[in-house]
């Protein structure tokens, strides 16, 4: 789960110092600069945090959190991109659809 490294130029790391500095989360990442590497991630962040902080960015840029493909759809409510594509989205409902299926069909067998 290695990222391709974002090409940068100086003004992109002035920025990505800006956000360091202000402990953003937003400076984290893999950045190519004149053919140095910059990789920047949180030292001793657990695998929770790191996931969580994986699926915020993915949100918040618009992809599914599941494969990272450009969401089409919005929510209506909320105007916002759904946090899944068309397939995972459908595939979170499959998925919920199953968990609530055995109780009904438990119902069904008591008749
Ligand atoms: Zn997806």
Same mark, same amino acid.
């Given at each position: 789960?290695?990222? %391709?490294?974002?090409?940068?130029?100086? !003004?992109?790391?002035?920025? =990505? +110092?800006?956000?360091?500095?202000?402990?953003?989360?937003?400076?984290?990442?893999?950045? $190519? #600069? !004149?053919?140095?590497?910059?990789?920047?991630?949180?030292? !001793?962040?657990?695998?929770? +945090?790191?996931?969580?902080? #994986?699926?915020? *960015?993915? *949100? +918040?840029?618009? $992809? /599914?959190?599941? /494969?990272?493909?450009?969401?089409?759809?919005? !929510?209506?409510?909320?105007?916002?991109?759904?946090?899944?594509?068309? #397939?995972?989205?459908?595939? @979170?409902?499959?998925? *919920? %659809?199953? =968990?609530?299926?055995? @109780?009904?069909?438990?119902?069904?067998? %008591?008749?």
């Amino acid at each position: 789960m290695t990222p %391709k490294p974002v090409k940068v130029t100086a !003004n992109d790391l002035t920025s =990505l +110092e800006k956000n360091l500095k202000n402990k953003s989360d937003d400076s984290i990442g893999n950045y $190519l #600069f !004149n053919g140095y590497r910059i990789q920047v991630s949180k030292y !001793n962040q657990s695998a929770t +945090e790191r996931i969580r902080a #994986f699926a915020k *960015r993915r *949100r +918040e840029q618009g $992809l /599914c959190v599941a /494969c990272g493909t450009k969401v089409k759809r919005t !929510n209506p409510k909320t105007g916002q991109p759904y946090k899944y594509c068309d #397939f995972h989205h459908d595939l @979170a409902l499959q998925k *919920r %659809k199953s =968990l609530k299926a055995p @109780a009904a069909t438990k119902a069904k067998k %008591k008749k």
